[in-house]
């Protein structure tokens, strides 16, 4: 299940940046960031009433320590996302979108260091020949192609997402149901398995776009009300982003519930491919894909991590 919800997050998240790719040529970084929230939190609401109708269940209790991962994953993919787009406005969509994957590598040390994550030894050698592989893929035009400030973008961005993933997944694990007053249950005697993982990653996907929309509209208005006109007259690319980028992460919640981040994300380099093919067909980019190397090596990591 795990592997299916990743390779339908990534090949979603390939089309959702290469709408933001176009629209961030028209449209300034915030309001591209904002793009992708703005439609998606009345999706996300539809998805987890229609999750409730298809599977009843308990409404989970949210913590105090709930919400401080909440906030520090809205925050943290906030600021990601704002670093990719300003590497798409490099004019290279696929190097842009490369680089931030260093996402899980990051993750599996931070995970490890602080998060308990616990990786197998052929699940560490994934994680490494994936991530060799994207920088393969990303600079397949020649390192010395590539400025201090595109690296410098493109680790900063994969540091965000590693944070951003990190403690989604925390959250979704803290969900747990309310307690049954007429049945006299204590909190401490409900097992996470109450709750679906498809409802967890729900509501976490659901608090976390609230809040970054509420940020982000309440920003723009005071700050720069032309950046949401902007948006307002271009909805299909709006609306277009906002769609990708909800059903990405449904497919990234629902995978991070129930997998170790560095594997959903090692898998989730897959997207490095479907990026190339769009920028190749569809924003017809001059990208170099005689890199063969590049993607044999994210086969082989994909396989180990899904074989751990």
């Not at 539809?46 to 109708?53: A, G, V």
């Not at 970054?212 to 307002?232: C, E, G, H, M, P």
């Not at 989730?268 to 894909?289: A, D, Y």
Request: glycine share 6%.
């Amino acid at each position: 299940m795990w592997i299916a919800l990743t390779l339908l997050a990534a090949f979603m998240q390939s089309w959702r940046n290469a709408f933001q790719s176009e629209l961030s040529q028209q449209v300034k970084v915030s309001g591209v960031t904002l793009a992708r929230f703005i439609w998606a939190g009345p999706i996300a609401a539809i998805y987890l009433f229609s999750l409730y109708q298809f599977q009843p269940s308990d409404i989970p209790s949210f913590s105090h320590q709930f919400y401080a991962f909440v906030i520090g994953a809205s925050l943290m993919q906030i600021l990601a996302t704002g670093l990719m787009v300003k590497l798409f406005q490099l004019k290279n969509f696929a190097v842009g979108a490369g680089l931030a994957k260093s996402e899980a590598l990051v993750a599996a040390i931070l995970g490890v260091l602080f998060f308990g994550t616990s990786l197998s030894l052929l699940g560490w050698v994934g994680v490494i020949v994936g991530s060799v592989a994207v920088m393969l893929l990303s600079t397949q035009r020649g390192v010395k192609r590539l400025s201090v400030n595109t690296i410098l973008l493109g680790i900063g961005s994969g540091v965000a997402f590693a944070f951003t993933s990190l403690w989604v997944r925390e959250a979704s694990l803290l969900l747990i149901a309310q307690p049954n007053l007429a049945g006299g249950i204590s909190i401490t005697d409900t097992a996470l398995t109450d709750i679906p993982f498809t409802h967890r990653a729900a509501w976490v996907l659901l608090s976390v776009i609230s809040l970054q929309t509420l940020i982000l509209v309440t920003y723009l208005a005071i700050k720069d009300r032309l950046t949401l006109q902007a948006l307002w007259q271009r909805p299909r690319l709006t609306i277009l982003i906002s769609i990708c980028s909800c059903i990405a992460s449904i497919g990234w919640f629902s995978a991070m519930s129930l997998q170790e981040v560095p594997y959903v994300k090692t898998l989730g380099q897959i997207e490095v491919f479907f990026t190339m093919l769009i920028s190749v067909f569809w924003l017809k980019q001059k990208v170099k894909i005689n890199e063969v190397l590049g993607l044999i090596l994210i086969a082989v990591a994909a396989i180990l991590v899904m074989w751990t």
